[in-house]
């Protein structure tokens, strides 16, 4: 496609006032007006004609194979010209669908040695498939009349994936921090029950594990050393309903809950236990059955990328009663839900109720800073009130059912947005030490 620029166009209006001075002064020249308009048309046909055509020109592209959520990455695009008369600039504008930001939305950059390279940064802007559709780029002729746009369809799809590596650096960072016990044998009798070896008597064991008939037959003091079980099994539940799908904290909560289940996912592989997904909304969405060894992430990982949005409402009945009927032994059920008040969650209560009666279940709980601050923020105006007295009213409600749900004996991660990770982990390490599966 090939247009005027500015710059044609302004000398092509320069002729009208030229035609209009020169037939009042002279009458009879008023053709030189119209000599003008067909020089500059002229121009611009040698302008068409001397610059760089799109049959000359090679597209190529680098586009990066997957975009995790709450990152970025680049993607590069050249354009290589023929050496006869290569453009100044050229410039360069990537279509994306709506899962997908890229900047700048236009690019120019100079051309040297015939060729010209833009660099967009891509920014997913929630899970699913990401697609650049194509890429547009224009150049201009060596006298800067006329642009030449060409346009390349990519059609290139590029998976927005849970931000793993972000996982793995957050797990390895906790793994140090608090020495994950499990990696280790332990001799405290409170962080396990799996025996591993007699062991001589020392002052500052318990004494609680000193094993009298193997004393007696030995004629030496000598107590029992446990270590923490593994080969334990994990499931985890996601709520992927209309709630699930709302923001949180600029992500969705889907999103957020999926970076906590990965990063419980990989402490839990890593510690020999067994892990699973398990998702639903309107009914079962995902079953994948429980996997071990550390080899085993990226699996879930795959499988985590299928989990997509949903508008439907949450059926707590199907889905926990399907995920009731795959459970074959005693297992941790990890929940991300969420709720919008007591009534509501009358249905969720009673079908995690039902679990207990052979699990230990794990509530997860997002803390809604932002509803907490409209509660508690010093009205200005009667606006100001109204909000704030819904958002008190909306805070206790979610206060009745965690409270409910603790009663029942369930066990609650309550915790900011971008603390639910760290949180989760915490008790998980805590339900090992108590050994309660």
């Known amino acids: 496609m090939i247009y005027p620029t500015r710059r044609a166009i302004l000398l092509a209006f320069l002729g009208a006032p030229l035609a209009l001075a020169i037939g009042v002064a002279a009458p009879n020249s008023w053709m030189l007006g119209l000599t003008w308009l067909l020089l500059v048309l002229g121009l611009i046909a040698v302008d068409a004609i001397l610059g760089a055509w799109r049959s000359e020109a090679q597209l190529q592209h680098v586009l990066p194979p997957a975009l995790p959520m709450g990152a970025g990455a680049d993607a590069w695009f050249r354009a290589l010209f023929a050496p006869k008369l290569p453009p100044q600039r050229v410039e360069f504008s990537l279509e994306t669908n709506a899962l997908i930001q890229s900047e700048p939305l236009k690019l120019g950059v100079p051309v040297k040695q015939s060729l010209g390279q833009a660099r967009f940064r891509l920014h997913p802007v929630r899970r699913g498939e990401g697609r650049l559709r194509r890429i547009w780029l224009r150049w201009q002729g060596p006298l800067g009349l006329v642009w030449k746009q060409a346009m390349e369809d990519l059609d290139a799809a590029v998976p927005i994936i849970p931000n793993v590596e972000a996982v793995k650096e957050e797990a390895l960072r906790l793994f140090q921090r608090n020495a994950l016990f499990g990696l280790n044998a332990q001799r405290d009798i409170g962080d396990g029950a799996e025996f591993h070896a007699l062991t001589e008597f020392r002052a500052g064991m318990d004494r609680r594990t000193i094993d009298w008939k193997q004393t007696a037959k030995h004629a030496a003091l000598l107590a029992k050393e446990f270590r923490t079980e593994r080969n334990q099994q994990i499931m985890v539940v996601l709520d992927t309903g209309r709630l699930m799908s709302e923001p949180l904290a600029g992500q969705p909560k889907l999103d957020r809950a999926l970076h906590a289940a990965l990063l419980l996912a990989y402490a839990a592989l890593k510690l020999g236990d067994r892990v699973g997904l398990f998702a639903f909304d309107a009914k079962p969405r995902l079953s994948s059955g429980t996997v071990s060894g550390a080899r085993a992430f990226p699996l879930l990982q795959r499988l985590a990328t299928r989990i997509d949005y949903s508008d439907d409402e949450t059926n707590y009945t199907l889905g926990l009663t399907q995920l009731s009927g795959t459970l074959k032994r005693r297992s941790l059920v990890v929940v991300f839900t969420d709720f919008e008040d007591s009534t509501s969650a009358e249905l969720m209560i009673e079908n995690i109720e ?8 794990l509530f997860v709980v997002f803390r809604d800073e932002e509803l907490e601050s409209m509660a508690d923020k010093e009205p200005g105006a009667a ?55």
């Open 354 to 361: 039902r679990l207990l009666a052979r699990h230990l279940v």
């Open 383 to 437: 606006e100001d009130v109204s909000r704030a007295v819904i958002a008190d009213a909306l805070l206790r409600e979610r206060d009745v059912v965690i409270t409910r749900l603790r009663r029942l004996g369930v066990e609650i991660v309550d915790a900011p947005a971008e603390r639910v990770g760290v949180a989760l982990l915490n008790t998980y390490l805590k339900v090992k030490r108590r050994n309660v599966l």
